[in-house]
């Protein structure tokens, strides 16, 4: 059995253990059981929704060290193949005492991680191997380093979603643009787009499809908007997220996880951050020729939003732009990097 250590809540979002999750269903389908092991209920209903195995560790997700006694007592009696960790509150005492018990992978997205471990991830675009070379051998043991795009861990329907869509579906004038910045939104980052974007003359004629994750605590806003203009869709909780990118004819997004679904999908898209590991990834998608970058909202606040709604007026108008866009994500991405990750943590 394969154990994975990640949480989800308002203030984290879903990212971690949406990811984490893609990773499960790609182990399951070796026939490998998966056990996942979170800090409180907050992810509790993602887990049951997905018919995925969990233990509520009763411990506190900033402070992870608090649960090793329980967790190496469990790790001793149960003895798993491997712990998956995914949590950007880890230390190095922590990782330390589970690498002394278990085998060892860990989900990284800062380049660095805080002590050497036995698997090291890191599916971002900016991701080089150089940056963890000081790491490999750090403690007399080798670290196998799994970077970059081939490993980004998206779910079986984005396995060759682009070359479903096909080049000739992109219209002369994009006219469905989808909006999500992930499970939480706590600055309610999608409700303030829509309020820039339907005050401005041409985007105001655009229609809006609004991913709302089950963490939202701004839904009743969005729901407010969806009630007054006719052009505004919300859809919460999405069971078929790549069968609803492939109705959308571009894309506005936060700088997670998603950027990777829609270049597997052949979304062209606008990107922007707005907590500091997302800079990173936005920057690197511009730089590939993959997306536009709009900014990062913890420098620049809502003085963003107006540079983001010119730009995808832009890109709303560039059928050539667009199809360009397409083709870099869909050459970036194929979808498969769930499965690639799953071979490894096995082998």
């Known amino acids: ?4 250590r990640a949480d989800a809540n308002e203030t984290i979002g879903t990212g971690h253990i949406m990811r ?6 790609a182990l399951r389908k070796l026939g490998e059981e998966v056990l996942f092991l979170t800090a409180d209920e907050a992810a509790e209903e993602l887990l049951t929704e997905r018919g995925q195995a969990f233990r509520i560790l009763r411990s506190s997700y900033r402070e992870p060290e608090r649960e090793l006694p329980v967790l190496l007592e469990m790790i001793k009696e149960q003895r798993p193949k491997l712990l998956l960790v995914d949590s950007y509150f880890v230390t190095e005492e922590y990782l330390g005492q589970l690498r002394k018990a278990v085998r060892l992978a860990y989900m990284d997205d800062y380049g660095t991680v805080p002590a050497p471990v036995d698997i090291l991830i890191n599916y971002n675009i900016y991701a080089e191997e150089a940056e963890y070379e000081a790491l490999r051998t ?3 043991r080798n670290m196998r380093l799994l970077t970059g795009p081939d490993y980004a861990p998206l779910r079986p329907e984005f396995f060759d979603a682009g070359r479903r869509r096909g080049m ?8 469905r643009v989808l909006v999500t910045v992930g499970g939480s939104d706590r600055y309610n980052l999608a409700g303030c787009f829509l309020r820039y974007a339907l005050a401005d003359g041409e985007a105001k004629t655009l229609e809006y499809h609004v991913v709302s994750g089950m963490l ?3 839904l009743p806003y969005l729901a407010e908007m969806s009630e007054k203009y006719p052009n505004v869709h919300v859809h919460q909780n999405v069971k078929h997220m790549a069968a609803l990118m492939a109705e959308c004819d571009m894309a506005v997004t936060a700088g997670g996880s998603t950027v990777y679904e829609l270049c597997a999908a052949g979304v062209p898209f606008l990107c922007f951050s707005f907590v500091e590991n997302q800079r ?5 998608f511009q730089k590939a020729g993959v997306a536009f ?13 107006p540079r983001l709604i ?9 059928a050539a732009l667009r199809r360009r866009l397409s083709r870099n994500g869909r050459e970036l991405v194929d979808g498969q990097g769930a499965e690639r990750l799953a071979e490894a943590l096995l082998s």
């Open 216 to 218: 939202n605590p701004h």
């Open 1 to 4: 059995m394969i154990w994975i």
């Open 138 to 140: 750090a403690g007399g």
């Open 20 to 25: 984490c999750l893609s990773v499960a269903d």
């Open 168 to 175: 000739t579906d992109l219209p002369k004038k994009a006219r």
């Open 293 to 305: 970058c709009g900014g990062d909202y913890e420098a620049e606040g809502e003085t963003l939003f």
């Open 280 to 284: 990173r990834i936005v920057e690197g």
């Open 310 to 318: 010119f730009a995808m007026n832009k890109l709303a108008a560039d």
